[in-house]
C-alpha cells in the first residue's frame, strides 16, 4: 500500500505542496511535502537531496483536494498528485521550460553620428542593429540567421556592447491558430436571463452547486460564457470541462472569441510540453480560464470563481486508472473548497445528479426550450424486426423469417436512404450514428460456428477491413484474417455484426456523389484529428458525417437537419444497470445535433426494440418520463443512485488462483462487517467479471453495496490497507462509484 515518509531537511522550513527531490533506496525520486512530522526524528531518516521550486506547485486548496479525492477513492495522496501535475514535474531531471535564444538590445543609438561612430564600416552589424530596433529591441538568432545575418555579425553586436544573448520562454499553445467563432452574441433568452441570475449571486456569495437541465439547442453554453464574464469581472477564475477531446476545438473557438488570450487549454492529447505551458500560464495568472477534459479539473486556475461541466452525465469523466476519481464529482468538492459557483449542464443529467436535485444537495435550473423557439426535431422509429418482403405476389402469405432476422436487415432503411437522398438534394447535411467501430463485429465459420477470438482476453476479435486485420479491441493484438477454418477447414467464412466501416462502405456505394467523413477512433488517432475533421464539417464540406458516441456530444452545426441511428440497439444489452440509462442519454443527445439552424431537423432511430422505454423516451425528448421509470427500476434489486456501489476486481494469471483469491477476499469482507459492525454494507458476490480475461489475466469481482457513504469508506480503506494492490501475481482493484460493472 501506498504511503507518505519522513525525511530530514536542513534548509529550514518547506511549505506543504513543494516538490523535493529525495533518495528512495538506490534511486533518486520526486516527491511532494505533505507537511511537518512530530517528534524527533528517526536516525535512519534520509535527507533531502534539494527542494526543486521556489513556491508549491501543489498549493493549499489543490493540496486539500488530492487528500480528499485519495481518502474517498481509496488511493495515495502521491498517486493523486502525479495524475494533477504535468508529467515533467514529476522527474528532477527535467525542464519542462522551452526556451529560445535571442538577441536583444542593450543601447540606443539615437543619431546618425552615434551610429557612424559604433559601426564605422561594419555595415552588416548596423543593418542587424536597424532591423532588431525596427522589430521592438529583441529577435530570435534563428530568425536573424534566416534574415542572412551570420553569427560573426551578431558576435560584433555583443562586443561593440550594444546587444547581448538571452534565453526567451516560449509558450507552446496548440490552440493559438484555431479562428475564433464570430459574430455577435445573440440577446439571452427570458429563460436564459433566469437561469443566470441565481447564478450571478451564488457566484459573490460563496459558491453553490447547480444543475443546469437544458434541452439541446436552449443555449447552455451562452449561459456558461455570460456566467464566465461575470466571474472574470470580479477578478476570479475559472474550469469549463468537457467530455470529449472532440469538442475543445470548437470550445475554445467560442471562449477566444469573447475572452481572447484569458483561455488555456488542458487535455491529454497536447504534448507534455504543451500540457505544461498551459498549465505554468495557469498557475501564474497570464490566464484565468482553463478548458479541457477530465484532469482540467487539477488547472492551478488562481481564485477560482467558477467550474463548469459540460455534458455532466458522460461516463468519460470517470477515470479508468488510479486514482479512479470522476471529474464531476471532483468539480463538486474543488469548487465548494474555493468557494466558488459550480455548474453540472446537460440536456440528460446523470440519474445521481437528478436524484441529488430531488434531495436538495442541488438547484435545479432548467432551459426548457430551444433558442429562438425553434422546434425539437421530430423523431421516428423504422423497426428493424419487420423487413420488408420482397418478390410476394399480393394477396400471398409472406416468405417465412430467416432463422436469423438480423441477416436480412437493411443497414440503410428504406425511410433513412430516402431521408439522405432530400437532404443532399437540398445541400443539408446528415449525422449517421453507429456506436460500434470496425467493419464486422466478428468472423465466424458458417459450418461448424466457430468465432475467432482473442488469444490473451475473452472477446471475439473485429474485422478492420482498411487495414485488412482482426484487432481486439482490449489488448490492441491484432492478427491477419483468416482464409479457412483453423477448426473445420472449412472456407465458408462469414463477416459478421457491422461497424462504422461497414456502414461507410454502404453508404459510399448507395450515394456516390456524396462527401462522407468517419470519426471514430480509427480515424482520430492523430493530433488534430478530430479538428480536421469537424472543420470540414463545419465549413460545408461534408454531407454525412458518420461516427460513432463522439460525434453526438455537444457539436454544433446549423446545417445538420436529420440525424440516423443505424441500429439503437448497440449496448442496450449489455450486463450493466446503467445500459438503458446510457442508451437514452446517447439517442436524446445524437437527436440533437439535428435541426440547430433555422431548418427544422428529423431524426430517423433503426432499432429491433421499439417497445424499450429508454427508446420511447427518446422518441418523446422525455427525460423526466425515463427518469422516473428508471429511477423505480433500480430500487429492486437496488443500484445507484439509491444506494452506493464499490466493485472490488481481483485478477491474476492463474484461473484457479483468482478464484481462491476473490473467495478469501470475500471471506475478509464478511469478517470485517462483523467485527466493525457495518451494518448498512452488503456484499454480492464473488463471480467472474462479464469479460472475464483481458490481458492475460482472470478477473473476478465482488460489489459492495451500501446507503451510508461514511461505511462504505471505511470498508474500502480497510480493505485498501490490508490488501493494498494485491499480493504477488494477484492484484486488486477498488473502484468507487463505478461507471460501468464489465
Given at each position: 500500500m501506498a504511503r507518505s515518509f519522513t525525511y530530514r531537511h536542513h534548509g529550514g522550513a518547506v511549505e506543504p505542496g513543494t516538490r523535493v527531490e529525495v533518495p528512495f533506496g538506490p534511486r533518486r525520486l520526486v516527491g511532494w511535502v505533505l507537511g511537518t512530522a512530530q517528534g524527533e526524528p528517526d536516525a535512519r531518516v534520509r535527507d533531502v537531496l534539494r527542494v526543486l521550486e521556489e513556491r508549491p506547485s501543489a498549493g493549499p486548496d489543490l493540496l486539500r483536494l488530492a487528500r480528499w479525492i485519495a481518502d474517498y477513492y481509496v488511493s495515495s495522496v502521491g498517486l493523486v498528485l502525479r495524475a494533477a501535475l504535468p508529467n515533467p514535474m514529476t522527474?528532477?531531471?527535467?525542464?519542462?521550460?522551452?526556451?529560445?535564444?535571442?538577441?536583444?538590445?542593450?543601447?540606443?543609438?539615437?543619431?546618425?553620428?552615434?551610429?557612424?561612430?559604433?559601426?564605422?564600416?561594419?555595415?552588416?552589424?548596423?543593418?542587424?542593429?536597424?532591423?532588431?530596433?525596427?522589430?521592438?529591441?529583441?529577435?530570435?538568432?534563428?530568425?536573424?540567421?534566416?534574415?542572412?545575418?551570420?553569427?560573426?555579425?551578431?558576435?560584433?553586436?555583443?562586443?561593440?556592447?550594444?546587444?547581448?544573448?538571452?534565453?526567451?520562454?516560449?509558450?507552446?499553445?496548440?490552440?493559438?491558430?484555431?479562428?475564433?467563432?464570430?459574430?455577435?452574441?445573440?440577446?439571452?433568452?427570458?429563460?436564459?436571463?433566469?437561469?443566470?441570475?441565481?447564478?450571478?449571486?451564488?457566484a459573490g456569495a460563496g459558491g453553490g452547486t447547480f444543475l443546469l437541465r437544458g434541452v439541446t439547442g436552449s443555449g447552455k453554453t451562452r449561459v456558461y460564457i455570460e456566467l464566465l464574464r461575470e466571474v472574470l469581472h470580479a477578478g476570479r477564475?475559472?474550469?469549463?470541462?468537457?467530455?470529449?477531446?472532440?469538442?475543445?476545438?470548437?470550445?475554445?473557438?467560442?471562449?477566444?472569441?469573447?475572452?481572447?488570450?484569458?483561455?488555456?487549454?488542458?487535455?491529454?492529447?497536447?504534448?507534455?510540453?504543451?500540457?505544461?505551458?498551459?498549465?505554468?500560464?495557469?498557475?501564474?495568472?497570464?490566464r484565468r480560464i482553463a478548458v479541457g477534459a477530465r484532469s482540467a479539473i487539477f488547472a492551478p486556475v488562481r481564485d477560482l470563481g467558477a467550474v463548469i461541466v459540460d455534458e455532466e452525465h458522460e461516463g468519460s469523466y470517470k477515470q479508468g486508472e488510479a486514482p479512479r476519481y470522476h471529474a464531476r464529482e471532483v468539480a463538486i468538492v474543488r469548487a465548494r473548497i474555493a468557494g466558488a459557483v459550480c455548474v453540472l449542464g446537460s440536456a440528460t443529467p446523470a440519474l445521481e445528479s437528478w436524484a441529488n436535485v430531488q434531495k436538495g444537495k442541488y438547484t435545479l435550473l432548467e432551459l426548457p426550450i430551444r433558442v429562438e423557439g425553434r422546434p425539437l426535431p421530430a423523431v421516428r422509429v423504422v423497426d428493424l424486426r419487420r423487413p420488408k418482403d420482397e418478390g410476394a405476389p399480393a394477396g400471398l402469405p409472406a416468405a417465412p423469417r430467416p432463422a436469423d432476422p438480423a441477416a436480412k436487415r437493411p443497414v440503410l432503411s428504406e425511410p433513412l436512404e430516402e431521408a439522405i437522398h432530400a437532404r443532399l438534394g437540398r445541400g443539408e447535411q446528415t449525422i449517421l450514428l453507429l456506436n460500434r467501430r470496425g467493419y464486422a463485429s466478428f468472423v465466424q465459420c458458417r459450418d461448424c460456428g466457430h468465432v475467432w477470438q482473442c488469444g490473451r482476453c475473452n472477446v471475439s476479435l473485429t474485422y478492420h477491413r482498411t487495414r485488412r486485420r482482426l484487432i481486439c479491441h482490449y489488448c490492441f493484438h491484432e492478427e491477419a484474417p483468416p482464409s479457412r477454418c483453423t477448426e473445420c477447414g472449412s472456407e465458408m467464412l462469414s463477416f459478421r455484426g457491422l461497424g462504422t466501416e461497414q456502414v461507410e462502405r454502404i453508404v459510399a456505394e448507395t450515394f456516390p456523389a456524396a462527401r462522407i467523413a468517419r470519426m471514430d477512433v480509427d480515424t482520430t488517432s492523430g493530433k488534430w484529428a478530430h479538428h480536421e475533421i469537424l472543420g470540414r464539417v463545419e465549413r460545408r464540406e461534408v454531407d454525412i458525417l458518420l461516427g460513432t458516441q463522439m460525434i453526438a456530444k455537444g457539436l454544433d452545426f446549423p446545417n445538420v437537419t436529420l440525424v440516423g441511428v443505424i441500429n439503437a440497439d448497440v449496448g442496450m444489452n449489455l450486463p450493466d444497470f446503467r445500459a438503458g440509462e446510457r442508451t437514452f442519454q446517447l439517442l436524446t443527445q445524437v437527436a440533437g445535433r439535428a435541426g440547430r439552424g433555422g431548418t427544422a431537423g428529423e431524426v430517423l432511430i433503426q432499432t429491433a426494440m421499439p417497445g424499450s422505454y429508454a427508446i420511447r423516451s427518446a422518441l418523446d425528448h422525455d427525460y423526466l418520463g425515463f427518469a422516473r421509470r428508471e429511477l423505480e427500476e433500480r430500487r429492486e434489486p437496488e443500484y445507484p443512485p439509491h444506494t452506493r456501489l464499490a466493485n472490488v476486481v481481483i485478477s491474476g494469471t492463474a484461473e484457479e488462483q483468482v478464484q481462491e483469491a476473490a473467495e478469501g477476499l470475500a471471506a475478509w469482507v464478511r469478517a470485517a462487517l462483523r467485527e466493525h459492525t457495518l451494518d448498512a454494507v452488503a456484499l454480492l458476490g464473488p463471480a467472474p467479471c462479464a469479460i472475464d480475461r483481458i490481458r492475460d489475466r482472470w478477473r473476478w469481482h465482488l460489489l459492495l453495496r451500501s446507503r451510508s457513504a461514511r461505511q462504505l469508506g471505511a470498508l474500502c480503506r480497510a480493505l485498501y490497507r490490508d490488501y493494498g494492490t494485491g499480493t504477488g501475481s494477484i492484484r486488486v482493484i477498488v473502484d468507487r462509484d463505478p461507471v460501468a460493472l464489465l
Open positions: 522527474d528532477a531531471g527535467r525542464n519542462p521550460v522551452k526556451t529560445r535564444r535571442i538577441l536583444r538590445l542593450t543601447r540606443e543609438l539615437p543619431s546618425l553620428t552615434l551610429r557612424e561612430e559604433v559601426f564605422g564600416r561594419a555595415a552588416r552589424q548596423r543593418e542587424c542593429f536597424e532591423f532588431i530596433e525596427a522589430a521592438g529591441g529583441a529577435v530570435a538568432v534563428q530568425q536573424l540567421g534566416e534574415q542572412g545575418f551570420s553569427y560573426s555579425v551578431l558576435n560584433g553586436l555583443v562586443e561593440r556592447g550594444v546587444a547581448v544573448f538571452d534565453d526567451e520562454v516560449v509558450d507552446r499553445d496548440p490552440f493559438a491558430d484555431i479562428p475564433a467563432e464570430e459574430g455577435p452574441l445573440p440577446p439571452l433568452t427570458p429563460d436564459q436571463q433566469s437561469t443566470l441570475a441565481p447564478l450571478r449571486t451564488a477564475g475559472a474550469i469549463v470541462l468537457v467530455p470529449e477531446i472532440a469538442l475543445t476545438p470548437q470550445t475554445v473557438a467560442r471562449f477566444r472569441a469573447r475572452f481572447g488570450d484569458d483561455v488555456a487549454v488542458l487535455h491529454s492529447a497536447l504534448s507534455e510540453g504543451e500540457r505544461y505551458d498551459a498549465w505554468r500560464m495557469l498557475r501564474d495568472g497570464e
